[in-house]
C-alpha cells in the first residue's frame, strides 16, 4: 500500500514537500510516480523515479518539481516550488502493479 502526505493549504510563490510511504517488502527494486489530478481534468503524469534514482518530468512541471526517493524509509518524495493556483489539485503515487495512494490536497490561493 502508498499513503501520501504533506498537502495542505499553500500560498502561490511557496514551495511544498509530498512524502509517500510504502508499506511493501520490496520498495528498492520498483519505480514509483507521481501524479495528480485538478479538479474537472484528467489525472495528469509528473514524473517517475527509477530503481536507479533516476528522475523522468513531465514538461509541464520541469524546472519547479524535485523527485526523490529513500530506501530506507520506504518513502518517495515531490518537491514543488514556485507554486501556482493551477498546482491545486490532489496528488498522488502510484507504485507498482498499479498501486495508488489516497491522495493528498494541496490547494494553493493567491
Known amino acids: 500500500q502508498l499513503a501520501e502526505s504533506g498537502g495542505g493549504l499553500v500560498q502561490v510563490g511557496e514551495s511544498l514537500k509530498l512524502s509517500c510511504a510504502s508499506s511493501g517488502t520490496i520498495f528498492s527494486e520498483d519505480a514509483y510516480a507521481w501524479w495528480r489530478q485538478a479538479p474537472g481534468k484528467q489525472r495528469e503524469w509528473l514524473g517517475t523515479?527509477?530503481?536507479?534514482?533516476?528522475?523522468v518530468y513531465a514538461e509541464s512541471v520541469k524546472g519547479r518539481v524535485i523527485i526523490s526517493r529513500d530506501n530506507s524509509e520506504k518513502r518517495v518524495f515531490l518537491e514543488m516550488n514556485n507554486l501556482k493556483p493551477e498546482d491545486t489539485a490532489i496528488y498522488y503515487c502510484?507504485?507498482?502493479?498499479?498501486?495508488w495512494g489516497q491522495g493528498t490536497q494541496v490547494t494553493v490561493s493567491l
Open positions: 523515479i527509477t530503481i536507479h534514482s533516476t528522475p
Open positions: 502510484r507504485g507498482p502493479n498499479n498501486v
